[in-house]
């Protein structure tokens, strides 16, 4: 990143935002500075959580107007993120480890009926959106111009077949996939639809009556039946009898 053309990386940022936004903190100038920051950290020679990587290796590929246009972006998350933080407190009362859930409902009831409340988080929000929208996303597609053709990326994977689901952005308003189905045999242009009254439950290994054969969960019933540790008794993952002693409340055999 120090190495880097500012002109050319601000040039080239351009190219990876969606259409109709403009690059985030990727200035001529903006990117000046950042070089002078991290060149005057590097003096130092400590340089923390960075001191150990695979700097130089023939696997990483960006080149070092990429590098710097990341590590402004990676500057700039630092701030966003405490904006991050301030929105979960507006409601959790602190964050991390949020305090707005107690026993029988939640504590920022007032906060939800306040408009100046939800007029702060509305605010954040945007700021954060518009942050993903013009770094985070355009770094994906950064790294997916660098990286697409690895052998991770293009080679099949032992397993072919998996979940898909509405959540996974192409652009502001495209998905990878319009709905929530499955695909097969590593073909990821088309999927197919869940048929719901397949998915089916059993309890064998729960201390709760089971019943003869897996049953959809909106018509099996939940019955307990706890019995205790069986000393003798434990089952393992293939449903085999497993001779093991049982721990008493002591901690003892």
Request: hydrophobic share 30%; with cysteine.
């Amino acid at each position: 990143a120090l190495k880097a053309d500012p002109k050319k990386a601000s040039e080239e940022a351009f190219k990876y935002v969606p259409k109709g936004y403009n690059p985030i903190a990727t200035g001529e100038d903006e990117l000046r500075e950042v070089q002078k920051r991290v060149a005057k950290f590097a003096e130092k020679g400590d340089l923390g959580p960075f001191k150990n990587g695979y700097w130089g290796h023939k696997t990483m590929k960006f080149t070092p107007e990429q590098n710097l246009i990341a590590l402004s972006h990676y500057l700039k998350t630092l701030e966003m993120q405490r904006i991050a933080a301030q929105m979960m407190a507006i409601f959790g009362g602190k964050n991390p480890h949020p305090q707005s859930l107690t026993v029988g409902g939640v504590t920022c009831v007032m906060d939800l009926k306040d408009p100046a409340r939800l007029g702060e988080y509305l605010t954040k929000f945007q700021e954060l959106a518009d942050y993903v929208n013009r770094a985070y996303y355009a770094d994906i597609v950064m790294a997916a111009s660098a990286y697409g053709k690895e052998p991770s990326v293009v080679q099949k994977t032992n397993l072919g077949n998996f979940l898909t689901y509405k959540t996974m952005q192409t652009g502001p308003n495209s998905w990878l996939f319009d709905a929530c189905g499955y695909i097969k045999n590593h073909d990821l242009t088309k999927f197919y639809e869940i048929d719901e009254s397949k998915i089916t439950e059993e309890a064998t290994h729960a201390w709760y009556k089971n019943l003869d054969t897996p049953t959809h969960p909106y018509d099996e019933t939940t019955e307990p039946e706890y019995t205790g540790y069986v000393d003798g008794e434990s089952v393992d993952g293939q449903g085999n009898i497993v001779k093991a002693k049982v721990v008493n409340e002591k901690g003892k055999y």
